[in-house]
Each structure stands twice: as C-alpha cells, then as structure tokens.
C-alpha cells in the first residue's frame, strides 16, 4: 500500500513537473515573436515616418512650384496689360499753327479788305527779302485769291502759273512745308478737274496737315468743303462745328452762295 502511495506520489510530482516545463516551454516561445517584432515594427514605423515626410516635402515643393508659375503668369498677364493698355491710350497730339509773320498777316488783312492786288505786291518783296518755304506758300494763297476774284481766262492762266511757281519754291525749300501742302490743297480742290483739280488729292493734303497737329479754321472750312465735293454730309458738318468751335463762324458752306 505504501508502495502505492508512493507510485501515485511520484506520478503526480512528473505530472507537476511536466507541466511547469511546458509551461515555461512555452512563455519562451511567446516572448520571442514579442522581441523579434518590436525591431521590425519600429523599422517599418520609421519607414512609414519617412515615406510620409517626404511626400509632405514632395507635396509642399509641388505647391510652392505651383504658387511662383501663377505669380509669374499674373506678373506677365499684368504686364501684357499694362502694355496693352498704353496701346490703347492715344497719344495727345501738339496742338500746332501754321507759320504766319506780321507781314503775310497784314497782307491777309488786305485781302480781306478786297485790296488783293496791294497784298500781292506785298508778299512778293517779302518772299524776295528772304526766302522761305512758308513766304512762298502764302504768296501762291494770294495768287489763289486772285484767281477767284477774276473771270478773265487770259489772267487766270497767268496767275495759275504763278502760283504753280511759288508752290515749286516752296517746296523746293522745305519738301514737308505744311503751310505750302495746305496751300497745294486749296488749289487742288478750286481748279477744276479738267485743268488739273483733284478732290481727293487735296483731302490727302489736308489731312497731312491734321495729322501733324494743326488746328486753324481755314483748314478745318477746307476739309469741310472736300467733303462738301465728296457728299460727305457727315464728316462736313464735324469740320464746319470744328471750324465754329474756334472762332464761331457761321456754319454755312461758302460753297453755297
């Protein structure tokens, strides 16, 4: 019976010993997947830190990349509109006269006056005294006016010439005299077409004048009456208002009398 005992004894201390071995046996193969994990985790962790780091970098460059090309495209759009403003803006044209002394002044005065033959002598000892393309032009006007106050062909002919010849040295002493292509234009638009006269070619003048600036109300009544010729009831009556905005003359064509 003891004997027994003992058997059973020594089976129950194997059971309890078996059983604190596989139950140390296994805490130990529990803890080691726990070391061996804990590197590999933190590994991928930082991997994951870093990855994601640089994707802000990436992110962040990608955007600063973005915000300095739409700067740059509102600089240049700014700019292109600046330039595209300035474009549009006209520029203010000088206001400009046509060159006139004292002399040809008082001489106008006669002509006004109906003394145009006391005008003429006038001019020409004047253009003779010292020649210059504006003295010559205004002697050719006077022949102009001459021409207008006679009906005798003979004379009309020889004051055409005349004219013709001032308008040459006119020319011929300033090729861009203003006063001399203002002048060719009245004479243009008065002679008849048959004896040389154009219109068109003394609008070409006239608008020569305009575009350098000079602003007169003989000018302005001359671009009227081209237009006038034309049938350009228009554009007429804007340069017969822009004669009379200057010095408020009646708004009548001459032509009409």
């Not at 004051?159 to 013709?164: A, T, Y």
């Not at 009245?186 to 003048?205: E, M, R, V």
Request: glycine letters at 4%; one cysteine or more.
């Amino acid at each position: 019976m003891k004997r027994y005992f003992m058997l059973i004894a020594s089976i129950v201390v194997i059971v309890i010993v078996g059983s604190l071995l596989g139950y140390f046996y296994y805490q130990k193969n529990l803890s080691l997947p726990e070391r061996n994990v804990e590197p590999v985790s933190k590994e991928i962790t930082e991997h994951d830190e870093a990855s994601d780091q640089s994707n802000n970098e990436n992110t962040a460059t990608e955007d600063q990349e973005a915000i300095n090309q739409t700067e740059e495209q509102t600089t240049d759009n700014t700019e292109d509109e600046t330039e595209e403003a300035q474009r549009e803006v006209p520029e203010e044209k000088e206001v400009r006269h046509f060159i006139m002394d004292d002399v040809t002044k008082e001489a106008f005065q006669l002509i006004e006056e109906e003394n145009i033959d006391e005008a003429i002598e006038m001019l020409e000892a004047h253009a003779n005294e010292e020649q210059s393309a504006d003295r010559y032009a205004w002697l050719a006007a006077a022949y102009g006016k001459k021409i207008d106050s006679t009906d005798n062909v003979a004379k009309i002919m020889g004051l055409n010439s005349k004219m013709s010849n001032a308008l040459n040295k006119a020319f011929e002493i300033d090729p861009d005299s203003l006063e001399a292509t203002f002048v060719r234009g009245n004479k243009l638009l008065n002679t008849p077409s048959f004896f040389g006269g154009d219109t068109n070619k003394a609008l070409s003048d006239f608008q020569t004048c305009l575009d350098q600036g000079i602003a007169s109300e003989e000018l302005f009544l001359a671009v009227a009456d081209a237009y006038a010729k034309l049938g350009d009831t228009v554009k007429e009556d804007e340069y017969r208002q822009k004669a009379a905005d200057l010095s408020n003359v009646s708004l009548r064509s001459p032509m009409a009398n």
